[in-house]
């Protein structure tokens, strides 16, 4: 039997294959995966499972409820990332190329303090570091990201304020540590 590679989403008025549709989401489906684990093969693999389930249940998405498809597959892309986090896979630090626009020392301070705030949020359980990501770095809203992560938007929210309050917590830490340093003592935990 011939496998049909087009699917019922219609997209100005005809059927349209799954490359298709999920081709232009796929940076931010990896830029989401690899900020969730951190890993940049992790990434790839729930990537590559979140594609294979989508493929497989497209016939569940229904653009008439109100959610893209962007955001259903990210909620799929999320949910696996999440898995392989909780089969505690090693981790590794995101980092960002410096600005070339900014001059040396703006740039490093900038990149400092990006490195600060990414050391918190990768210190965070996953449930409040993937709100953090798919708000700040993937701009979903709190009504997008209640339905990906399945949750209520109140929870949303108050998700994203104790991980805006533990970013705080850290960076404030840090700034202590570095006071205590340069006045010579030494700081033991």
Known sequence: ??????FPIPKEGGPVDFETLVQPHLTSAFRVAFLIVHDYHLAQDAVQEALWEAYQSLYRYDKRKGTSFRAWFIKIVTHRALNMVRRKKKTEEYMDSIDPGQNPLESIL??????????????????????????????FSIAEIAKILGVFEGTVKSRLHKARKLIAEKIQVKKETQVFTEMGVNMHD
Do not use: D, F, G, T
């Not at 039997?1 to 087009?6: F, L, T, V, Y």
């Not at 990149?111 to 993937?138: D, F």
């Open 110 to 139: 900038q990149k400092e303090k990006e490195q600060q705030i990414w050391r918190a949020i990768q210190m965070m359980p996953p449930k409040h570091r993937s709100a953090v990501i798919l708000y700040y770095y993937e701009e």
């Open 1 to 6: 039997m011939k496998e049909n590679h087009h």
